[in-house]
């Protein structure tokens, strides 16, 4: 099993940054796509970024509303993976989830709450 926990959240003034972590207890050597995900209140779980490794070279893929504002990494001998979230504007608020899939299985985090507030 594989269990992946998510760090970094918290409360922060519009405009302002945070960095998202994600520890897998398992290598993410051999895992090629791992992503962000948020649920904002009320609201069903959507994609934020995605990374895909291929031939060491990391694609990142972002949802439009967070294009040019989030950036996703992975730092593999580490087993972690960060999301970087700069500009954030209240409409960002919502608890992220990190996945992963090891196999045949896909993994969640717990999640860890951003809320963007003044």
């Known amino acids: 099993q594989v269990q992946l926990v998510e760090s970094g959240g918290g409360l922060v003034q519009p405009g302002g940054s945070l960095r998202l972590s994600c520890s897998a207890s398992?290598?993410?050597?051999?895992?090629?796509?791992m992503g962000w995900y948020r649920q904002p209140p009320g609201q069903q779980r959507e994609l934020v970024a995605s990374?895909?490794?291929?031939?060491?070279?990391?694609?990142?893929n972002y949802a439009d509303s967070v294009k040019g504002r989030f950036t996703i990494s992975r730092d593999t001998a580490k087993n972690m993976v960060h999301l970087q979230m700069n500009s954030l504007k209240p409409d960002h608020t919502a608890v992220y989830y990190c996945?992963?899939?090891?196999?045949?299985?896909?993994?969640w985090g717990q999640g860890t709450q951003v809320t963007v507030s003044s």
């Open positions: 398992r290598s993410i050597f051999n895992v090629y796509n």
């Open positions: 990374i895909t490794t291929i031939s060491w070279t990391n694609y990142e």
């Open positions: 996945t992963g899939r090891w196999g045949d299985n896909d993994y």
